[in-house]
């Protein structure tokens, strides 16, 4: 059985970043952000992993 990690939605990752939608969007376009998986045409989640590294980067 394999374990599944945890994926966040937009509003999840704009609360953790404590960001606007129009700043997660930008920093989606940042090279250094993590890359969202799309589920379908519409629907993106970012791992929680991710979203962890990143902000533990910007902490340096």
Do not use: C, Y
């Not at 939608?21 to 920093?27: A, D, F, S, V, Y």
């Not at 629907?43 to 340096?60: P, S």
Request: net charge positive; charged share 25%.
């Amino acid at each position: 059985m394999s374990a599944t990690a945890p994926l966040l939605s937009a509003d999840q990752v704009m609360s953790i970043l404590n960001v606007s939608r129009t700043t997660l969007r930008r920093l989606e376009h940042d090279d250094k952000f993590p890359k969202p998986i799309r589920l379908g045409s519409r629907l993106k989640r970012w791992k929680a992993a991710d979203i962890d590294a990143f902000i533990a980067v910007q902490g340096q």
